[in-house]
């Protein structure tokens, strides 16, 4: 059943937003940590809002909010890596969600990184690694929306993944 936005029970006139918000959060969805290294710094956020774009060549998307720290650093510096994360690795989310007070290089303090291809940080301990160059990007409203060639992509151990739903973490 469709249902316009304004027409819900759980909503009232001008709370699509919360609307949005709240469907979304019954998608379930793979957590992410997003690198970038370069002139303008390290830097990195969790992110779900990852999309395979296509496989020849190998292109992702990222969608960061334009009022993001790290995807000014990554805008600057042309390169991005997507680390997956398994579900042992869920205090990274919140490290890299900004929960745990800790800004900019900071963050990389927890967690195993190395330096792929691009300069990007690699999490050692991800599920799979994806090494970008931007290739696109514009702004549609509130969001960056970050299109990656994919030049690398580094498969890790097979672990259980780390899925964010219903705004908890749960191991799949
Ligand atoms: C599970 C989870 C998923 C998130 N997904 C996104 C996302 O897809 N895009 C986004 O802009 N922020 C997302 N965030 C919020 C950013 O990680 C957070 O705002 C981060 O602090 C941004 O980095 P900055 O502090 O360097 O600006 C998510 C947070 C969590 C906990």
Redo the contacts with the bound molecule.
């Keep these: 059943m469709m249902l316009k936005t304004q027409a819900s029970p759980h909503s009232t006139p001008g709370s699509d937003a919360l609307l949005f918000r709240e469907g979304m959060s019954r998608v379930a969805g793979a957590?992410h940590v997003v690198t970038t290294d370069g002139a303008a710094g390290r830097?990195?956020?969790?992110?779900?809002?990852?999309t395979p774009v296509t496989d020849s060549p190998a292109s992702l998307l990222?969608?960061?909010?334009t009022?993001?720290?790290?995807?000014q650093a990554l805008l600057s510096n042309r390169v991005f890596c997507v680390n997956t994360l398994a579900a042992a690795d869920a205090e990274l989310?919140?490290i890299?969600?900004?929960?745990a007070g800790l800004?900019?290089a900071e963050r990389f303090s927890r967690g195993a990184w190395d330096i792929l291809e691009t300069g990007a940080p690699g999490l050692t301990t991800s599920l799979v690694s994806f090494d970008c160059r931007i290739s696109d990007a514009r702004v549609v409203a509130t969001?960056h929306v970050i299109i990656g060639e994919i030049i690398g992509i580094r498969l890790g151990e097979q672990r259980p993944p780390l899925i964010?739903h219903g705004r908890h973490?749960h191991e799949l």
């Design positions: 957590v830097g990195g956020f969790t992110a779900t809002a990852v990222v969608c960061v909010n009022g993001s720290r790290s995807a989310a919140d890299f969600a900004g929960r800004q900019g969001h964010y973490y």
